[in-house]
């Protein structure tokens, strides 16, 4: 027989007490309570319990991550971007909590300037990660800032150059712009590199679109034989 939701909280709560003060425990605890609490559909509870914890452990890195994470749940926005800024305050070298921030942001308007100078920084401390320059680029894209997003996508070429990421990126672009020969084209270069079931079907509707069903169909047929 399961336990009554009153009566696990209970236990939980006992064990997050009992490990008080053994930070790297608390926060364990914490998480699994704030697991708990979100399956029970009772964010409300998260809250207090990130304050506690982060009142306890301020400089704590964790601590604060697990706060900003229930203040983003409790649609608290403004106090999820300080804690945030006093993650990164914390890590200079901290690339998760600026995503999260520029995530955060980006439900903002007039953040753009916020947002691109959170994104650039996360690009400089993982030059090796394609994602931060996804990402930026879907902002880019998303905004009509095409002009910065073909210069984002030049740079992918220049630092990814193995992958179908530019040229999916300019994809992207010329479709927004309703260019849809150099869409096609640039698709079409990046399917070549890696093929992509995703950007094949792009590729078959802007076919359609332009009236050329017939090359859509042999595009598929061609590339799921």
Do not use: C
């Given at each position: 027989?399961q336990n009554?939701?009153?009566?696990v909280?209970?236990?939980?709560?006992k064990?997050?007490?009992?490990?008080?003060?053994?930070a790297?425990?608390?926060?364990?605890?914490a998480?699994v309570?704030?697991?708990?609490?979100?399956?029970q559909?009772?964010?409300?509870?998260?809250?207090?319990?990130?304050?506690?914890?982060?009142?306890?452990?301020?400089?704590?890195?964790?601590?604060?991550?697990?706060?900003?994470?229930?203040?983003?749940?409790?649609?608290?926005?403004?106090?999820?971007?300080?804690?945030?800024?006093?993650?990164?305050?914390?890590?200079?070298?901290?690339s998760?909590?600026?995503l999260?921030?520029?995530n955060?942001?980006a439900?903002?308007?007039?953040?753009d300037?916020d947002?691109?100078?959170?994104?650039d920084?996360v690009?400089q401390?993982?030059?090796?990660?394609?994602?931060?320059?996804?990402?930026k680029?879907?902002?880019?894209i998303?905004t009509?800032?095409?002009?910065?997003?073909?210069?984002?996508?030049?740079?992918?070429?220049?630092?990814?150059?193995s992958?179908?990421?530019?040229?999916?990126?300019?994809g992207?672009i010329?479709?927004?712009?309703?260019?849809?020969?150099?869409?096609?084209?640039?698709?079409q270069?990046?399917y070549?590199?890696?093929?992509n079931?995703k950007?094949?079907?792009?590729?078959?509707?802007?076919?359609?679109f332009?009236?050329?069903?017939?090359?859509?169909?042999?595009?598929l047929?061609?590339a799921?034989?």
């Amino acid at each position: 027989m399961q336990n009554k939701p009153d009566e696990v909280e209970k236990q939980l709560m006992k064990g997050y007490e009992k490990v008080s003060g053994n930070a790297k425990a608390q926060i364990a605890m914490a998480s699994v309570m704030g697991k708990w609490y979100l399956k029970q559909d009772q964010k409300e509870k998260l809250l207090p319990l990130a304050q506690q914890l982060a009142a306890a452990y301020p400089d704590n890195s964790q601590a604060l991550s697990f706060l900003a994470a229930a203040e983003i749940a409790n649609n608290k926005a403004n106090d999820a971007e300080q804690t945030l800024e006093k993650i990164i305050n914390l890590d200079a070298t901290d690339s998760k909590h600026r995503l999260m921030l520029a995530n955060l942001l980006a439900k903002q308007p007039g953040r753009d300037k916020d947002i691109i100078k959170l994104l650039d920084e996360v690009i400089q401390l993982t030059p090796e990660n394609p994602d931060p320059v996804v990402l930026k680029a879907a902002y880019l894209i998303n905004t009509q800032q095409y002009e910065q997003a073909l210069v984002l996508a030049d740079y992918a070429q220049e630092h990814f150059p193995s992958l179908a990421l530019s040229k999916q990126l300019k994809g992207d672009i010329y479709l927004k712009q309703k260019d849809y020969d150099k869409a096609l084209e640039n698709y079409q270069q990046g399917y070549n590199i890696q093929a992509n079931n995703k950007v094949l079907v792009v590729m078959a509707e802007i076919l359609v679109f332009q009236g050329k069903e017939a090359e859509a169909v042999q595009l598929l047929s061609d590339a799921l034989a």
